[in-house]
């Protein structure tokens, strides 16, 4: 114990809660030695990972993981919430009471350290400074070098970010344990991996996964669980799985921010991330500021703030290409220190692959590897057509690597948001674009977001798998209150943002064509949204919002059948009002819906029968 405590002098940490926290678990977890972790100490984790063989080299200044092969993504059903209230169960939160949980939890935990190194990463979801700084602290405790590196890049990692806390006690306890991970029986009914965010207690316990979405944990157990339970409970703001972009016209010198969610494999990576079209290029440029979370507030000025509490991207690496994703692959370049996971690799090159990369895999399989680390050139037949890298394999990379960051990305104030998006992938129904200028139908929409199950046993064709506001798996407290919650805080500013539902997926039913190009083009409908908030165009009031006239689009240089176009600017009323009967049940299933998102809900179900009595 003295040796443990001496640890932590050396390293400086003076913050008596957090040397309390860190040597009750150091004896709990029977840790032989403690390391705190700050940013700077990246390239020795580096090298020592390489030395150990839990990274390899992959190009100048690049790394490459592989993870246990049942260990590759995140598990919802081995996700609690749990807290002391039993009003907090809902929907999606798997809630359990802490006294169920936390000794079932404790006890795969107990010890598990013997013998190992204990990382201590003190860390910050926010820039240093933003009003949001109390709820962002947070101690994770891990056993695994890896998730180090992981954390340095995805959040602000450092002893002087927890030291000097305004409130000392106030930090998120994250615990983590990997487990041995070939005993833990995933995906069986002997399955010991327990993923529990303790809400009420600021406290995270995740055992059984190195896997970056369970084991990094200021991402998104602490920034999107924990936040938005915080965000509820202080009664102070929203957290939230949006993306975060701005748009400067540099004609007129005005910039715009647009944040919003979309349901996995609906491209909000790709969207964050995108360029202006070659063709409006000259007038526009699109800034990043985050791909997966924003925490939203109201400002003293009565303007809905957002800023991305993350320092980097955990990015899927499947489909991203020159095409899809240009600044992603420039964040990942030489010299990035961008670490991959679970692609292909080849041991002899240090080269990496994904499927999407490149139209075909590299044609000489010397030396090459698949996520499994089974050599390419040794498969069988029946593995011949087998992805090379996992699907869910990963980038991790820094914000300050994106090459059309925002300059003013870690502005501790945030940035204004105009427009709050939703989009999933829909293959009809869904238009390019429809703006919704009231508050309560803005949150009705973003409660029946959802995307097109991917697999026919997922659910019935042309059914959405409804995804709340995209954060069905970080649903913390009951969806009702969420709802109420969502009310309160955007009905608060006194200058609204416009809401908007987006969709780039509409296909033609006869031979499957895209109707609308996607990727950069996307800005079109980003533009027609920026000038709605300004009142520059108004655009036809439709029963599920206001579309755009055609003429209010700029379309300038862009390749487009006149059919696809009107059927993407168009209602298809029977298809909604199809809709709106599964919106219902989805609906019926939360508790205390504020009667203002049942109020929407029949305002457009009635809007809609209007139209098809006009039309029939
Ligand atoms: C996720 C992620 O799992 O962002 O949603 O990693
Ligand atoms: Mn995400």
New binding site residues.
Partial sequence: MADLEKSLDDAGLTNSSVREYVLHWAQFLDAERIEVVSAVDDARLLRESLDAGEIDPAGEGLYYSRSYSKDTA?SEERTIVATSRPQDEGVYNNWKHTDEIRPVVEGHMKGAMAGKTMYVIPYLMSPPGSPLERFAAGVEITDNRTVCLHMIRMARVGIDLINDLDEPDMFVRAVHVTGDLPTLGQGTPEDKRYFVTVADERTILHFGSSY??NALLGK?AHGLRQAAYDGWASGEFLGE?FMLLGVTDKETGEKHHICGGFP?ASGKTNLAMTLAPDALGERYHVEFYGD?IAWLWVGEDGHLYGMNPENGV?GVAKDTNERTNPTALDAVAEDTHALFTNVAYNEKTHEVWWEGRTPAPPADLDGWRDWKGELVAERGADEADAPWAHPNSRFTTTLANVPNVAADFEKPEGVRIDAIIFGGRTRDREPLVRAITDLAEGVYDGLTLGAEATAAAEGVEGKLRYDPMSMRPFMSYPEGAYAAHWLKIVGAATHQPLFAHVNWFQRDPEDGHFRWPGYRENLRALLWIIARTKGEVTGRQTPVGILPLEEELDLTGLDISREDLDTILTVDVDRWREEMRFREDHLNQFHDLPEEIWAAHRRVAAALEQEASVTA
């Fill in positions: 995140r970056g979405g998104i799985q996995s997966d955990f």
